[in-house]
């Protein structure tokens, strides 16, 4: 009885030896937080396994090559798609202003007429009425005849002492004048107008041999 009592108590000593040593392995470490653990499950997870890649079949590669021109047929439709788009914008910029200047033209054809006759008016008042209320009134509607057409962008050629240009003049007369060079304008017997680079209106000038 003594005997199994010793062996019992030496495997008792055995055990608690093996229990304290691995307590101080226990205690020497640093306890990991929950957040370390999951960083370390997680870096475990993501670490890429090396894997060879396979070579391409027959059929994989006659794929990729049909969607590679598949790709560069649709860039290339892309480019053409976006060239006709500007094209047709410019365009469009272009008639709508081509527009704007033959209305302007047709407007101007119906009132020019009038301001003429405005204009012919008020140089029709004799001298010693020229300061008359009535006078006065007519003049000042002429000034804003003009302003008007100017704000417009439509401007008087004033072509008077000017070179003849067919495309801006026409002709009806004539005259003898040695102060003047040949094909210079003498008179402007009817005023010519113009709208940004357009003609409005001829002008009708008398020209020096």
Do not use: W
């Amino acid at each position: 009885m003594i005997k199994e009592e010793s062996r019992e108590e030496n495997g008792t000593a055995e055990e608690n030896v093996e229990k304290e040593a691995a307590s101080a392995e226990t205690e020497g470490k640093p306890e990991e937080s929950p957040a370390e653990a999951e960083e370390t499950d997680a870096e475990e997870k993501e670490a890429p396994e090396h894997t060879e890649e396979k070579p391409l079949s027959r059929a994989e590669r006659k794929a990729a090559e049909a969607a590679k021109k598949e790709i560069e047929a649709l860039k290339d439709r892309h480019l053409r798609t976006l060239a006709e788009y500007e094209n047709f914008r410019k365009r469009t910029e272009r008639e709508k202003a081509d527009i704007y200047a033959f209305a302007v033209r047709d407007a101007m054809a119906k009132i020019l007429p009038v301001l003429d006759n405005l204009e012919r008016g008020v140089s029709a008042i004799p001298e010693e009425s020229a300061n008359d209320p009535f006078a006065e009134g007519m003049k000042q509607i002429c000034k804003q005849f003009e302003k008007a057409l100017d704000d417009i962008g439509v401007k008087p050629m004033n072509a008077a002492g000017t070179p003849f240009d067919p495309n801006l003049h026409q002709a009806v007369m004539h005259v003898e004048d040695p102060e003047l060079e040949k094909n210079v304008v003498a008179a402007e017997l009817l005023k010519g107008y113009t709208y940004k680079d357009t003609v409005v209106r001829h002008a009708m000038v008398s020209v020096a041999n």
